[in-house]
């Protein structure tokens, strides 16, 4: 019973700072990849960050040097630390695991719930 749980979202002014977290729970052999997607009113989901179980991590161009992807020591939650958000960051962000349930399983793309992220003034 894989599980991501997301929270950390909210409401900020334009500058301000949010951090998402996500923690994946249940029998999981091994996590992959942990990343962030996002998706805005009228715009295409995409990529915002993703870590790699070696600590490998991408950022999307729109935040790079805004946003920082991290992992804690189990490997299980991964967060992302938003500074000088933007009104065009506002999306709903969804958390995104690729993983291994057993060691001969099948990898496969696990879903956490949408949260909702709101930059306004």
């Known amino acids: 019973q894989v599980q991501l749980v997301a929270s950390g979202g909210g409401s900020v002014q334009p500058g301000g700072s949010l951090r998402l977290s996500c923690a994946a729970s249940g029998s999981i052999f091994s996590i992959r990849v942990m990343g962030w997607y996002r998706q805005a009113p009228g715009k295409q989901r995409e990529v915002v960050a993703d870590?790699?179980?070696?600590?490998?991590?991408n950022y999307a161009d729109s935040v790079k040097g805004r946003f920082i992807i991290s992992r804690d020591n189990a490997n299980d939650t991964v967060y992302l630390q938003m500074n000088s958000l933007k009104p065009e960051d506002t999306a709903v962000y969804y958390c995104?695991?690729?993983?291994?349930?057993?060691?001969?399983?099948?990898?496969?793309?696990?879903w956490g719930q949408g949260i909702q992220v709101t930059v306004s003034s």
């Open positions: 995104n695991a690729k993983l291994l349930i057993t060691k001969l399983s099948p990898l496969y793309t696990h």
């Open positions: 870590i790699t179980s070696g600590g490998s991590t």
